[in-house]
């Protein structure tokens, strides 16, 4: 993803005004694009190892729907291991949680359909 103000359209792409050429076959203009980190709930995940192999995952979120208080959830994951769910609070947006060697990866994901609703 680039972000820049487009200084004119060529035969092969765009110009930005910062001199840089993107080649574009497809050109998609639109406008209101939020980049919200974590499905636009505010969210901090902390990892502790524990006796074993498994890795505690704390992860301490503010849903969207005001009528919700803060809450937390923990797990503890092993390498390999994936889970993803829905949080209260936070519709539309199904949230991944994966552990790797290097640690655990955090992903929310918008969904087209909810199935379910706390």
Do not use: C, K, W
């Not at 499905?39 to 919700?68: C, F």
């Not at 992903?107 to 087209?112: C, G, H």
Request: proline residues 4%; without cysteine; negative net charge.
């Amino acid at each position: 993803m680039v972000t820049d103000h487009i200084e004119t359209f060529t035969e092969t792409g765009i110009e930005l005004t910062s001199g840089q050429h993107l080649d574009a076959d497809i050109i998609v203009t639109a406008t209101g694009l939020d980049l919200l980190p974590f499905g636009g709930i505010d969210m901090s995940v902390y990892t502790q190892a524990t006796d074993g192999s498994a890795l505690e995952l704390t992860a301490i979120y503010t849903p969207r729907i005001s009528a919700y208080a803060p809450a937390h959830l923990r797990m503890a994951l092993n390498e390999g291991d994936a889970v993803s769910f829905g949080l209260p609070g936070a519709p539309g947006v199904t949230y991944s949680f994966a552990r790797s060697a290097q640690g655990v990866t955090v992903r929310a994901d918008e969904t087209a359909v909810q199935l379910a609703s706390n």
